[in-house]
């Protein structure tokens, strides 16, 4: 029923309803109280089965859990202790001698005190059971003591043993250390997950920061590189203008000295322009002045072409240095100063220091996610315990529903085929009697199989007609004579195979009774040698043997009983039980019965008899409780000297407060009872002959003292 109400209560709290329930709840009695272990006993002998009642705020609130409990079909019966209802009486009794209340031992939760008052108030913890008696007669209240033993004021006694082991407050104070544990492991999850998303997060930001830092000296060292190659190719390009340049100066030189010349050609030429001719030209002179001109005008265009590429070639240059002038250097500088701050064995101790922590922190991480995944795996088993659980409580439903839907479909099925079953004999009987009513037997009826209908009507019709003229006569005789026929020849059958069935059991008995009667007469014989022989050796000066008794006065030994069976004069009823003729000073017309012999000597008797009972059927072991206690002294060793003997096949578990059985053991316990608790021990032969001579000599100083006193009294 807890359990029940538990779930319905996680139930409520899951689904988020019932809130004024959930909090008018506060858990069973023994989960608010707490006492020291010394009390535990006299606490659960007070509160009994209150201890699983559970408390809540009033009778509404228990109601409509009992509702709510019932409606679930929870299984289980629930108690509660509602605190508004409750009747809790004053505790006055504080100051008396040899006693406390027991309320004052407890320690409770505030809420539920009215609860704890109610079970506990006006019970008193007393010293000893005398001092519960005393105060419980004297202030008319309900005591008990350590050990549970209970006093009630109306003067009811209760008590006993008590197991400590099995203690309910016991368990529940388990079950509350391991809840705590339980919550304490997973604050510690909680912790460590929370130090793990941390320590991820940093390991993260340490990551990204390295990557960063790793990208922008990547991206650096890629500058400078780029800026590396492009100073080698503006130095190769600045040596192969420095190293052309000397040959380009000598072709401008000689450009400027031929254009100087063409000037100096082209003033004279204009100075004879200026003059006038003399002579008229000739035709080759002409051609020589035309070829000149042609001549002119291409050296003019080459040195205009030259001029261009001076131009160029010279701002060219001119760009060239100032590129390395301002680009090339101040690149040059910038990276030498960059390379020198970020020195590369600065880099390498911030990268082996991030490394550094970046070990430690996946070790860190390692630890807690081993920590994790053990507790991963704690909650995955208990989870897929759950739901293995879960499941088969699902599987028994569903076979359950299956059972029940087949049991109603059988049931269906069954009520379908008994309607069916009564039309069929309720037709069968109208055929039946129909054909009774005709009066035609039963085999009669092939022969018309093959007639048609209209002529077997007709035929019908015209024997309807003749029988009408035998209306006097019984139309069913000779059915009843076919009947009572077959029913004779049944009962004489019948009869016929119950006298064989008879004939066979009388004859079975017959040999039973006799394989019975031998098994008797066998064991018998046995016994009674046996019987005889191990008398003989436990009184060699005695004699016995076993009797079969026959009525109130006859008696039969085992030769006897084998000389009457042969004859066929006796059977098994005719027994009417087995006697016991001793006798301890072999004078045979000195037998007397088991009625006439003294305690110890029917002691031995009972224990010869036991002994030719092992040797007929051995048992694997046999238990004696002090069988030498009332033993003649002259019987003892005997008696142990059988048993010595008989160990050898059987295990022998005596006790005994004599010497005589100790020499033979192999195994010894000391047995004291003490504080109202037996204790055994294992102890050695020499411990047990000591404990066995203190008790004869406890016991003749006992009797010794006896003695002396009733000597001088008389």
């Not at 350590?146 to 016991?170: F, N, P, W």
């Not at 509350?176 to 912790?191: A, C, F, M």
């Not at 004069?569 to 000195?590: A, P």
Request: net charge negative; aromatic share 6%.
């Amino acid at each position: 029923g807890t359990d029940g109400l538990q779930r319905l209560l996680r139930q409520f709290a899951d689904e988020n309803r019932n809130q004024d329930i959930i909090n008018g709840y506060h858990g069973t009695l023994i989960e608010n109280i707490e006492c020291d272990p010394a009390f535990y006993t006299a606490v659960e002998v007070i509160a009994g089965n209150r201890l699983n009642y559970h408390i809540v705020d009033s009778d509404v609130v228990a109601t409509r859990l009992v509702k709510e409990f019932n409606a679930s079909r929870q299984r289980g019966e629930i108690h509660f202790l509602p605190l508004n209802v409750l009747d809790v009486q004053n505790n006055t009794l504080s100051n008396i001698t040899g006693a406390s209340p027991l309320i004052d031992q407890l320690q409770w939760v505030p809420k539920a005190e009215r609860a704890v008052r109610h079970v506990f108030n006006r019970i008193m913890l007393c010293e000893d059971f005398n001092a519960a008696t005393r105060t419980a007669r004297q202030y008319d209240v309900d005591c008990v003591t350590l050990d549970g033993d209970q006093v009630q004021r109306k003067g009811a006694l209760t008590g006993g043993y008590i197991d400590k082991k099995v203690s309910r407050l016991e368990l529940q104070r388990s079950i509350k250390q391991l809840r705590s544990t339980l919550n304490e492991y997973e604050k510690e999850y909680e912790k460590l997950r929370s130090e793990i998303l941390n320590t991820d997060n940093e390991y993260n930001n340490v990551m990204t920061e390295l990557q960063r830092e790793d990208m922008k000296s990547k991206k650096n060292w890629d500058n400078y590189e780029q800026m590396k190659s492009d100073a080698k190719h503006l130095q190769s390009e600045l040596d192969r203008i420095v190293t052309h340049r000397p040959g380009k100066e000598r072709q401008l030189n000689a450009l400027i000295a031929t254009i100087e010349q063409f000037c100096a050609k082209e003033e004279s030429l204009q100075s004879e322009l200026g003059s006038d001719l003399v002579s008229q030209l000739t035709m080759e002179e002409q051609s020589t002045v035309d070829r000149l001109n042609d001549t002119v005008e291409k050296i003019t265009q080459e040195l205009k072409e030259i001029i261009r590429k001076r131009v160029e070639l010279e701002g060219t240059k001119t760009r060239l240095e100032h590129q390395v002038a301002n680009n090339y250097r101040k690149n040059r500088e910038q990276i030498n100063t960059e390379l020198e701050r970020m020195h590369v064995e600065n880099v390498r101790s911030v990268i082996e220091e991030l490394e550094r922590e970046y070990a430690i922190l996946s070790d860190k991480l390692n630890e807690h996610e081993k920590q994790t995944d053990a507790i991963d795996r704690i909650i995955n088993n208990l989870d897929k315990e759950l739901k293995t659980k879960q499941k088969e409580l699902e599987k028994f439903k569903n076979s359950d529903r299956d059972i029940d839907e087949h049991i109603n479909e059988e049931k269906r099925n069954s009520d379908k085929y008994e309607v069916k079953l009564r039309n069929a004999q309720n037709k069968l009987d109208e055929s039946t009697k129909r054909q009774n009513d005709i009066g035609v037997p039963p085999d009669g009826l092939d022969k018309y199989k093959d007639i048609p209908i209209k002529q077997l009507q007709r035929d019908l019709d015209r024997a309807i007609i003749e029988l009408k003229k035998y209306a006097h006569v019984n139309k069913k005789a000779l059915d009843q004579f076919l009947q009572f026929s077959d029913e004779r020849d049944k009962l004489t059958n019948r009869k016929a195979e119950i006298d064989e069935a008879h004939r066979h059991i009388v004859d079975l008995i017959e040999s039973l009774d006799n394989k019975r009667f031998e098994t008797i007469q066998f064991t018998f014989k046995q016994v009674s040698l046996y019987f005889t022989e191990v008398f003989k050796r436990l009184v060699p000066e005695g004699t016995a043997h076993l009797v079969i008794k026959k009525g109130d006065n006859e008696d039969y030994d085992s030769e006897q009983v084998s000389s009457q069976s042969s004859g066929q004069q006796m059977s098994v009823d005719d027994f009417t039980g087995v006697g016991i003729k001793v006798s301890f000073n072999g004078r045979t017309n000195e037998m007397r019965d088991m009625q006439q012999l003294s305690g110890g000597q029917k002691s031995l008797v009972a224990l010869a008899l036991i002994f030719s009972i092992q040797k007929c059927d051995p048992a694997p072991f046999y238990l004696f409780d002090e069988i030498d206690q009332a033993l003649d002294p002259q019987y003892r060793n005997a008696v142990a000297d059988m048993i010595n003997e008989l160990s050898q096949k059987a295990q022998f578990i005596i006790t005994t407060f004599g010497p005589d059985l100790l020499k033979y053991g192999d195994k010894f316990y000391g047995i004291t009872y003490r504080n109202k608790v037996s204790q055994i021990r294992s102890v050695t032969r020499e411990e047990a002959m000591e404990f066995v001579e203190d008790n004869e000599a406890q016991n003749q100083a006992a009797q010794t003292t006896t003695t002396t006193t009733t000597t001088t009294t008389a």
